[in-house]
């Protein structure tokens, strides 16, 4: 299974430090690549977010997070656990079955 953590320099790792107690200090990472999103410059949603205040982008979800979805990097390495967006709606992946047939030419 893939690695789900970016890497750092030493240097890297101690201004992430600092920056991750700016914008997420209370969040462990479990489920969110915080060190992808330093590297990459993102920070939170702001107020002008409204009611996404605070929320990261999909970009860097683990997939273990409960809203991963197909927009996170990771997508590739676990697509059967991508969900998808319509709107503000998240749409949980489809499970297949075993054995389930799930396309059938002649019908």
């Known amino acids: ?61 683990k997939p273990n997070h409960p809203t991963f979805s197909v927009e996170s990097q990771y997508a590739k390495d676990a697509p059967d656990k991508a969900g998808s967006w319509n709107g503000d709606v998240y749409v949980p992946p489809k499970k297949k079955s075993k054995g389930a047939v799930l396309y059938d030419k002649s019908k």
């Open 1 to 61: 299974m893939a690695d789900f953590e970016t890497k750092l320099t030493d240097d890297e790792e101690k201004e992430f430090k600092t920056w991750k107690q700016k914008n997420a200090p209370k969040d462990s990472g479990e489920d969110y690549d915080f060190r992808g999103a330093f590297k990459a410059g993102l920070n939170p949603a702001g107020p002008e977010a409204g009611v996404n205040e605070g929320h990261w982008p999909d970009t860097f979800k």
